[in-house]
């Protein structure tokens, strides 16, 4: 797999990012290095092996319906980059006719 | 011929429904609608690094309450998986939800009028999450973002392609919001959002084969702009193939105000969601045990009920869709029917005064102040002859809403108002009520039978319109004929 302009150019467009030119070119550099080390474990035969999404065996893990309120309006706001004291603030996402 | 009849229309509809959880999908925060902004959260539903989400297990019992009244196969190994996208109102940056192993697929409902219905499939349900809620016309420069929505669980539910008109796009959400309501999974309020619908729609001349370009409708708010939006699309579509245009598939959004649709976004621009599965959250092994346990839980579905009405307790067809309409309605009638066997009164009082008195004053039936033991009274007074119809319609039951602490028995006799069914009593009335005209007695002897009235009517004013009038006929053919 060769991570390439057109790529990027989509990724950035999902994650709604915006790149210099010169930015993009580091990514790419840096995206194709990251890719490249990953291939490696192709080398490795896997044929008949479930892929592993898992990390523990276990199923059904469950919990009741059952509320716990565990943190407040002004700390859930706390992190945020910008918020007034009742709501998250971001860029305008619909734009102005 | 016209135009638009040569077109035949395919629809198939995505309903969202919120679950009626306590808490969220995935986390312990409030899922109740409202609510001051951003108090409903949870370090999961703000999607905080190194936190982890733990399934509700009410979703599922909720889901598959609905995948078992919609007749579909529950799968057995469920996985949850990530469905990427990047948007404020979405925290994590993904939403979870099931994407290869739909918690239900492969059922049906049933629509239209009873006995004649149309079966319409369900591809599949599965379990998700709601985002929160993005407010753009509080602040001049910013979106503003409330999260108390997000993570509600929800189910996703999928129609077939079987839908051929608005009208039966209608049925059909109609019958879905039916169905929840009744097995209280979701309150089916949708112009509070808790139930959504998305409808596919394309056309295609009625002798072609392949399915046309199908366009996607958005944001119609009720069942009513359901069927505006479809009528207007299919009117949209039609004009436009007419026309030598060519439909493109593209998501449009339904505006309510003129009842017509417009573009939100072609699939060209349309999302690559990136799905894969969800390693924080381990597989659900779904046992028979687990359905079984769920099916003891459920109530008969409005379908079942309509069959019993109809067949069982032979009610006409309109009787038994009025008491199946709503669940409470249901459940009422159910109780009352345990404890008369005068089925057919007992739904004429519901359909009757109660629902009246339900429509007058905006209520619920669970809020009418009689109960079901008020009710069997009643049937049973009127059936025995203790007290005529017209006074309890217009005396007793009035009487009874104001003072429902009483029997209705109890009331009526306080009130006056049982019928005198004594027969030496009433054989005393008679008496003297043919005394005072002794002509006419000859005169109804000698054939003018028309008479009776007069005899009956002074009965009745001796007693105070309370004898009963079956024994008082009776005793007065047995005076006048006999004698």
Redesign the interface.
Known sequence: MKVDKQLVD?LAN???LNFTESEEQEIIKDLNKMVDFVDKLKEIPVDGVEPL????D????????????????EE??K?AP?A?S?????????KKK | MNIYDTYEVVIGLEVHTQLLTKTKAYSGDIAAYGGEANTHVSVVTLGHPGSLPVFNKRTLEFAMKMGIACNCSITKVNQFARKNYFYADLPKGYQITQDKTPLCTNGYILIGEFGKEKKIGITRIHMEEDAGKSIHDLDPFYTLIDLNRAGTPLIEIVSEPDLRSADEAYDYITEIRKLVRHLDICDGNMEEGSLRCDANISVRKKDEKDFGVKVEVKNMNSIRNVKRAIEFEIKRQIDAIEKGETIVQETRSFDGINGSTKSMRSKESAHDYRYFPEPDLPPLIVTEKMIDDVKKEMPALPKQLMHKYIEQLHLSVYDAEILTSEKNVSLYFEELITKTKNYKSAANWIIGPVKEWCNTNAKDIFEFPLTTNHLTEIIQLIDTGKINFTIVTQQLFPALLNEPNETAEGLAKKLNLIQQQDSSLIEALAEDALAKYPEKVAEYKNGKKGLMGLFMGEVMKMSGGKADPKIATKILEEKLNGG
Do not use: H, Q, W
């Not at chain 1, 276990?58 to 309006?73: L, P």
């Not at chain 1, 009742?86 to 619909?94: A, E, G, I, N, R």
């Open positions: 989509k999902l994650s709604k999404i898992y990390m523990i276990e199923t059904n893990v469950m919990r009741e319906d059952e509320v716990k309120m565990e943190i407040t309006k859930a706001l992190n910008l007034d009742d709501y998250f603030k971001v860029p305008k996402v619909l």
